[in-house]
């Protein structure tokens, strides 16, 4: 019979860790081709009004917003005037657009989302309500009835 004798002494490999860089780097080109950063360049003036009962909106992906202040470049301000203006998207639009463009929102959600889509006013605290009215009155015929107003709370700077 054979005698197991340990006096062998054989060590444990290496790890070969040559290809961890090409995995690292495939992981990161994964999530950069997954992440979508979506930024709105504001071409309204907005400072969020301060308010004392805030809540916190959960789902962002639910979120529409809809920009309201006066423009704040010259040359818009040479070309549409010194009046509050609506901004959706990266674009001054009319109250007759906002229809359309929610409409283009709820289709590019999921259809069980659609319901629950909310419309965020981000409105500068010197806006006129006329402008808000006619906005809410737009987004009514849009059926896009759940609204909430963007604020910050009282006490911090009003300043974006």
Known sequence: MGKFSKAGGR????????SLPD???AILFFFMMITTMREVTLKVQFRSPQATEL???EKKSLITFIYV????????IAKLG???????????????EVGDYIGREKSSMKEEDQPFMTTSIKA?????????????????QAYALKISY?????GLDATR
């Open 124 to 140: 500068d605290f010197e806006t006129k309500m006329g402008i808000i009215t006619d906005l809410k009155q737009a987004l009514r």
């Open 11 to 18: 060590e444990m490999p290496e790890l070969n860790t040559t």
């Open 55 to 57: 809540q916190k909106l």
């Open 23 to 25: 995995l690292v780097f």
């Open 82 to 96: 010194n009046e509050s203006r609506i901004q959706l998207n990266d674009a001054i639009a009319e109250i007759s």
């Open 69 to 76: 202040g006066k423009p704040n470049s010259p040359e818009l």
């Open 150 to 154: 963007s604020a910050k709370p009282r």
